[in-house]
């Protein structure tokens, strides 16, 4: 059973335009909520994460915003650049157990 | 920078060998973790240690053992290859202590081909 969920397999965007990735997820006991992002031919890298107890974190152009009543987090990408493309996953976990549970990824495209 | 190097970028095997998986960390971590990614289904995690000698099964552990002799080290074993086990296969480390604990770095990966 996924309990975490992108259920968008792939975005294509404007260069400049905002890029919005969609994140659900089933387990209320996840208290923290995390953004990888990866290139082809190379390992994942943290982009940015929220706790349970916020709403909204931002980094840059970066901003998550977590819903916990809909069980639901998103990243925004403003301005979108094509640097940008990439598969991007969500990820969360509960406690201090250290594992992380992804959802599928969404492949990211920025287009120039 | 925390760096996280896995042994091979390309793994080509055939079906039955045993097949060995390295990662070595250099930044001293405690946890390290050990994922497969497929199309559609993310990243699954199949082992993970908490410290030297220490192993818990992930998500996906069947067809699957690992080693911790040292600190730096997890490795990944494939019993009999099957063509199954065919995927990109990563491997991330990640300090303890609340707050940074679930930032993992990762490797690069191994994709490994079983025919």
């Known amino acids: 059973d996924q309990q975490v969920k992108q259920n968008s397999p792939s975005l294509s965007v404007q260069e400049g335009r905002i890029s919005i990735l969609n994140c659900d997820y089933t387990n209320s006991m996840f208290d923290y909520f995390l953004w990888y992002k990866k290139y082809p031919a190379e390992g994942p890298t943290f982009l940015i994460s929220?706790?349970?107890?916020?709403d909204k974190n931002e980094d840059g152009r970066f901003t998550v915003f977590l819903n916990k009543s809909a069980k639901h987090l998103s990243l925004h990408i403003v301005p979108s650049q094509p640097g940008d493309s990439a598969v991007y996953f969500c990820?969360?976990?509960?406690?201090?157990?250290?594992?992380?549970?992804f959802g599928q990824g969404t492949t990211l495209q920025v287009k120039p | 920078d925390v760096k996280v190097t896995q042994s091979s970028r390309y793994l080509v095997k055939r079906t039955g060998e045993k097949v060995f998986l390295e990662c070595v960390q250099d930044?001293?971590?405690?946890?390290m973790f050990w994922y497969r990614q497929d199309p559609g289904l993310g990243l699954r995690l199949i082992y993970f240690?908490?410290?030297?000698?220490?192993?818990e099964k992930g998500d996906i552990p069947e067809g699957y053992s690992v080693s911790r002799e040292k600190k730096e080290r997890f490795s990944l074993i494939l019993e009999s290859a099957s063509t199954n086990q065919t995927s990109m296969y990563l491997c991330a480390s990640s300090p303890p202590g609340t707050g940074i604990l679930e930032t993992q770095y990762f490797g690069p990966g191994t994709r490994l081909l079983v025919l």
């Open positions: 930044m001293d971590h405690e946890n």
């Open positions: 240690s908490y410290d030297v000698k220490m192993k």
């Open positions: 929220i706790s349970s107890i916020k």
């Open positions: 990820a969360a976990t509960s406690g201090n157990t250290g594992k992380l549970i």
